[in-house]
């Protein structure tokens, strides 16, 4: 059974840092490009970004909201996925969310998701 | 605001068929597919549609997509109670570079 849980979340100042971490099981990780999506309570999903797998160099995207804030990496070795917040806003309070990204037949889609973790940005 | 535009809300009585619609630009809807979520009130989100129009196994025939050049929609026929939920459009845009999300539609079963 395919699983993904994410762990890290919590209560950090604005400014500060918080690194989330996806735990995968069920499947080859290291296949996989890991994606992040976020939830702010009572708003519509936001993709935050993707890490590659090691066979497209672990390359890395991100939304422009999180650019140059947030970094993704991966330990394949773990089968888990991060997500280094810093310099932290409010308004990156959300649930945070990671996703496996399915690719077939030239279309791809996010079948598996995490239960989220929830960050609150807050003084 | 979101890069894909869903109205806010839908509604139906049971049984009953609606539609919802979701809007973008050439660079994304209109040259990738398209896929849908389901979301329940505190769970996560649950794929719907991919590929515009393909159903995952386990989603019923009730549900079925389009897509027409930059705008899509997303139907359900037959309506449920358990239905009642947020749905989410999703496609990758080669501009940003990254997947857009509309900004979400809350069905409402009457």
């Known amino acids: 059974e395919v699983q993904l849980v994410e762990s890290g979340g919590g209560l950090v100042q604005p400014g500060g840092s918080l690194k989330l971490s996806c735990a995968a099981s069920?499947?080859?990780?290291?296949?996989?490009?890991i994606h992040w999506v976020r939830q702010a309570s009572g708003k519509g999903l936001e993709w935050v970004g993707r890490i590659r797998s090691k066979a497209d160099t672990y390359a890395t995207t991100y939304a422009a909201s999180v650019k140059g804030r947030f970094t993704m990496s991966r330990d394949d070795s773990k089968n888990t996925a991060y997500l280094q917040m810093n310099s932290l806003k409010t308004e990156d309070t959300a649930v945070y969310y990671c996703?496996?990204?399915?690719?077939?037949?030239?279309?791809?889609?996010?079948?598996?998701w995490g239960q989220g973790t929830l960050v609150t940005v807050s003084s | 605001q979101s890069v894909l535009t869903q109205p806010p809300s839908a509604s139906g009585t049971p049984g009953q068929r609606v539609t919802i619609s979701c809007s973008g630009s050439?660079?994304?809807?209109?040259?990738?597919?398209l896929s849908w979520y389901q979301q329940l009130p505190g769970t996560a989100p649950k794929l719907l549609m991919f590929g515009n129009n393909q159903r995952p196994s386990g989603v019923p025939d009730r549900f079925s997509g389009s897509k027409s050049g930059t705008s899509a929609s997303l139907a359900i026929s037959g309506l449920q109670s358990e239905d009642e939920a947020d749905y989410y459009c999703?496609?990758?845009?080669?501009?940003?570079?990254?997947?857009?999300f509309g900004g979400g539609t809350k069905l409402t079963v009457l």
């Open positions: 999703a496609a990758w845009d080669d501009s940003l570079n990254g997947v857009v």
């Open positions: 996703t496996r990204r399915d690719c077939s037949g030239g279309t791809c889609y996010f079948v598996y």
């Open positions: 050439s660079s994304n809807i209109g040259s990738n597919t």
């Open positions: 069920g499947f080859t990780f290291s296949d996989s490009a």
